[in-house]
């Protein structure tokens, strides 16, 4: 009890955000014989704050966070959604996909991994089922 005390009152001090994200691809680029590469042109992100995320108003708009959907429509879609993230300077960010281990991750990591990953702060990934 004393700790999930202490977590929730350090918790509640520092801000977070959750980025919710998922991944759509083409498969028009040839790999090889009958093969073809997987190249990002979609990804739909919404996010959350550690001050809105209670809420339960239908249409909530956070003055915090501004937290809503953004849409990335390109073959940079990666980069730019990471470049978004990057966009929280002082707050922790959770990002949560449906097939994050599976496959919206590895393009995540590879994009991370251009940019000499680990980022200089503290980032999580998740991955939800259901």
């Known amino acids: 009890m004393l700790h999930e005390k202490t977590y929730k009152e350090t918790h509640k001090k520092k801000n977070f955000n959750l980025v919710f994200f998922d991944l759509e691809c083409t498969q028009d680029t040839p790999r090889g014989d009958a093969e073809y590469q997987h190249v990002p042109n979609l990804c739909i992100s919404e996010n959350v704050c550690n001050k809105c995320i209670a809420s339960t108003e239908e249409h909530f708009s956070c003055r915090e966070c501004e937290g ?19 966009e929280f300077v002082d707050e922790k960010v959770v990002c949560i996909a449906h097939n994050l281990s599976g496959y919206d991750g590895m393009f995540l990591l590879a994009e ?10 503290s980032w999580w990934v998740g991955n939800y089922t259901d």
């Open 68 to 86: 809503k959907q953004r849409i990335f429509f390109s073959e940079n879609c990666v980069a730019e959604f990471v470049d978004f993230l990057d």
């Open 112 to 121: 991370l991994a251009k940019r000499d990953f680990p980022p200089n702060r």
